[in-house]
């Protein structure tokens, strides 16, 4: 009894060295490592976000790859950070959220609308087979596309193109999540999306106020659920001819 308690501590020691070991050697090739850790205790397992599956890949995509490199120390911290073009990178909370509720899985198709840094496509490309990302500014498509690319996130695909007319080519998507505030939901993304999929979507409610939305097709029509109060950058382009 004595030898299998000594067995036990010794065989405890043993993993606990080499896990401290792999962490360390894991911090010398990534000195992030420890940030992302805490990131994803402190701010989102410490919250709401339970989907295991969704804190294991925010735990794994380098968020400092994907803002500015004056940037990167502040990767990890509790709010949105700026981009090019006057765009933002999403808080990491919310990043989270949005991605917790597409209930997403291995096998999945999604699109997103506005691809922005290229970091919530990283994160859905961890969870699904493929993403589709459409982005209207140009030089964005092609920051961010560099950077999957580089980072080899090869089920991302990106084009340049108006996300309000979704892709059609590769519907219908399981999930669409929608990264700029709408007045409405556009009616193309509810067309391509499947018969029981999600939608995640700020939706514009004045001028100054913004209702993160779930949006499930339940017999070809939209069921809507509010999340959450946040602040996105506005849709722009065809969206902006529409009438709520």
């Given at each position: 009894m004595k030898k299998k308690g000594i067995w036990i501590i010794s065989a405890f020691v043993y993993l606990t060295f080499f896990s401290t070991l792999d962490f360390s050697f894991n911090q010398e090739k990534d000195p992030y490592v420890r940030l992302?850790?805490?990131?994803?205790?402190?701010?989102?397992?410490?919250?709401?976000?339970?989907d295991p599956d969704v804190l294991d890949a925010m735990s794994k995509v380098p968020r400092h790859m994907f803002v500015r490199p004056s940037d990167r120390r502040l990767a990890y911290n509790d709010y949105p950070l700026p981009i090019e073009e006057g765009q933002t990178i999403s808080q990491p909370?919310?990043?989270?959220l949005m991605t917790q509720h597409l209930k997403v899985k291995k096998g999945d198709r999604v699109l997103e609308v506005g691809?922005?840094?290229?970091?919530?496509?990283?994160?859905?490309?961890q969870l699904v087979d493929q993403v589709f990302s459409v982005e209207i500014k140009e030089n964005l498509a092609k920051r961010s596309s560099q950077i999957l690319k580089d980072l080899n996130y090869n089920n991302v695909n990106i084009k340049v193109g108006d996300g309000y007319l979704g892709w059609k080519d590769h519907a219908p998507f399981d999930a669409i999540i929608v990264t700029c505030a709408a007045n409405h939901i556009p009616p193309l993304l509810i067309e391509q999306l499947k018969e029981g999929g999600r939608m995640v979507i700020p939706l514009e409610r004045t001028s100054n106020y913004q209702t993160l939305t779930l949006v499930k097709k339940k017999d070809g029509k939209p069921v809507v659920e509010r999340i959450t109060d946040v602040r996105f950058v506005p849709m722009v382009g065809e969206i902006k001819k529409k009438k709520k």
């Open positions: 992302r850790k805490r990131m994803v205790e402190r701010q989102l397992a410490a919250r709401d976000i339970t909370y919310i990043v989270a691809t922005g840094s290229g970091y919530q496509a990283a994160v859905l490309s």
